[in-house]
């Protein structure tokens, strides 16, 4: 009896493993080769990429300024809501760490995911709102360093304004302790 149990048991915790993990959408990306500072995917971008390959992988190529222009919107990536980190390259092949989204104790040089931001182009309730994806590499020291001296806004804002066009008063950073839905 106790045997039949502890199977059922057993496969009752391996169906709610399964489950779990259906809605997570593994990713990869490909960043540009010693870079240092924010990087933003844009979501339902005019004339993006197609991410999502056929087995259902998603891979994300950075330009060398930093953005991925991507066609689908977020929750076409990920309808789940929920992704999973599987690989981080440069073009040369070199792989980066990734330290999801928590800063805590964290050194050296690594992808981390910061969050979703959401800017609306427009005062009315029908203005044009695009998302991003807001992601750091490089060195977290470095930027634990603007987030202690609280220049992470300004540079939130500068790279928004100068590498995507979006004005300085539309590109406010993203709460970070709102961070995006990774799963390490």
């Not at 789940?80 to 092949?93: A, D, H, K, N």
């Not at 020291?141 to 992470?152: G, K, N, V």
């Not at 590498?163 to 300085?168: A, K, S, Y």
Request: proline fraction near 7%.
């Amino acid at each position: 009896m106790m045997r039949h149990i502890r199977m059922y048991a057993g496969g009752f915790i391996l169906i709610l493993l399964l489950t779990q993990c259906a809605g997570i959408t593994p990713i990869s990306y490909t960043i540009p080769g010693a870079h240092e500072g924010f990087l933003v995917i844009y979501y339902e971008c005019p004339d993006g990429a197609v991410s999502r390959h056929t087995d259902g992988r998603v891979h994300v190529t950075f330009n060398a300024d930093g953005v991925a222009c991507i066609e689908e919107s977020y929750t076409q990536i990920f309808p789940g809501g929920m992704f999973r980190v599987t690989q981080i390259t440069t073009p040369s092949g070199q792989e980066v760490p990734f330290a999801g989204n928590n800063l805590q104790h964290r050194a050296g040089y690594a992808l981390v995911d910061l969050s979703l931001k959401r800017i609306t182009h427009g005062g009315s309730p029908n203005s044009p709102t695009n998302m991003y994806g807001i992601l750091w590499a490089g060195d977290l020291t470095q930027l634990q360093q603007l987030m202690d001296e609280r220049e992470y806004t300004n540079a939130m804002a500068d790279f928004f304004e100068e590498r995507m066009g979006v004005p300085r008063n539309l590109a406010h950073p993203p709460r970070l302790e709102e961070p995006s839905p990774e799963i390490t």
